[in-house]
């Protein structure tokens, strides 16, 4: 994967982008001190080269009845190819796994679940999760209070 050279103007973009996605091209040409022709190039390009990836609406979890959040990390019963693959597509299509990510350690992937409650994440382990046949193990953490959440990306 390669970088794509920004300047010190199009991270000042980004990062207002990240802050607020539905802002319009004359409020963020002002904030950068550009006219809006150069900053919607800008945009564009980076839309085109793929360091904008998507805009999206970030909604609130508790208000629609789906705070409780669960990280679970999973073992799978052994690691192959095919084995990783059927279980990462098993994954990407249950709506309550919000991310997944493959990581190191003791653990092969750790998933991030979004539940109405603990009722609910016991009967989807058994469900759900449990009907995955390359599933070895799984240790889930319950998050007590969201301390920092962001989607955004620290941009120096």
């Not at 190039?41 to 609406?57: F, H, Q």
């Not at 409650?117 to 759900?128: G, R």
Request: hydrophobic share 40%.
């Amino acid at each position: 994967m390669e970088n794509t050279p920004l300047d010190k103007t199009d991270l000042q973009i980004l990062k207002i982008l990240q802050e607020n996605g539905r802002i319009t091209v004359r409020e963020l040409s002002q904030k950068v001190h550009l006219s809006p022709t150069p900053v919607f190039d800008r945009i564009r390009r980076m839309e085109a080269s793929g360091v904008i990836e998507r805009y999206t609406t970030v909604l609130n979890a508790s208000k629609l009845g789906q705070g409780f959040i669960v990280f679970c990390s999973v073992k799978l019963r052994r690691m192959g190819k095919e084995i990783a693959n059927d279980f990462v597509a098993k994954v990407k299509n249950i709506p309550e796994v919000a991310e997944c990510y493959n990581i190191s350690g003791e653990y092969d992937y750790l998933l991030k679940i979004y539940a109405p409650d603990m009722q609910y994440y016991n009967e989807f382990c058994i469900n759900v999760l449990g009907t995955i046949k390359s599933l070895g193990s799984i240790q889930s953490s319950f998050v007590m209070n969201p301390v920092k959440t962001s989607v955004g990306l620290p941009l120096r």
